[in-house]
């Protein structure tokens, strides 16, 4: 599906020796997880170019994920290119300064409602922009190297967006994805225990009111 936008974004990623990704404001898992993701798979097939994320928020309840970049040099933007992953509108973006990329390219599964960008992928049928980026790697799997570090950004980001695969948008599609995930050995105890432990903390912080 959409095949002929994958072979330009791969075609630009190709390109491209610095690339940088932006995420929206007050992140979940799949925001993180798919910019986190993209860059492990992009940094193990290309070790030599240079993939930062530029965000100006971070979330406590995903520290677990590891820590994201420092910020990047203003002398970064220009000859760089920018991908914008799971965010609808640039007015959402962490940060503001993809205004500064040589070109930009949008990868989303929401509403199209304000499109943008040189390049625009989006499926709005799809559980998450995680699954976007799996299915960019299946398509392109001849080239493209996936690790064990990015197949659980990339799973964090599936669960999460999907309700743990409850959600209407969830489909076999999705599942043969994450199968593909799951072959990368993720510990997924862990990741649990982590995602729980997180939803237990904020539950437990919030007033609790007995009636008498």
Known sequence: MNLEIKQTILEKIREYDRILLF???????????????LQA???ATWPEKEVYHVNEDYSDYLEFM???NDPV?????????GIVIDTATLERTSSQKHSLCRELI????????????DYSWVEEHR??????????????????????EAATYLYTGM??????????????ET???????????????????????????QLNSRPMYMTP
Do not use: Q, W
Request: a negative charge; proline letters at 4%; one cysteine or more.
């Open 23 to 37: 995420r929206h404001f007050r992140p979940d898992g799949d925001a993180v997880g798919s910019t986190k993701g």
């Open 41 to 43: 798979i992009i940094k």
């Open 66 to 68: 590891g820590p994201e």
């Open 73 to 81: 040099p203003e002398d970064f933007f220009s000859n760089a290119l």
């Open 106 to 117: 949008k990868i989303d599964h929401h509403i199209d409602v304000s499109p943008y960008g």
């Open 127 to 148: 559980s998450s922009a995680c699954e976007l980026i799996v299915d960019f790697y299946n398509t392109f799997s001849d080239e493209l190297v996936m690790t064990k």
């Open 159 to 172: 669960v999460t967006d999907s309700g743990r695969f409850r959600f209407r948008s969830v489909t076999g």
């Open 175 to 201: 599942m043969r994805l994450a199968g593909i995930l799951l072959d990368y050995g993720i510990d997924t105890e862990t990741l649990y225990a982590h995602l729980y432990l997180e939803e237990f903390s």
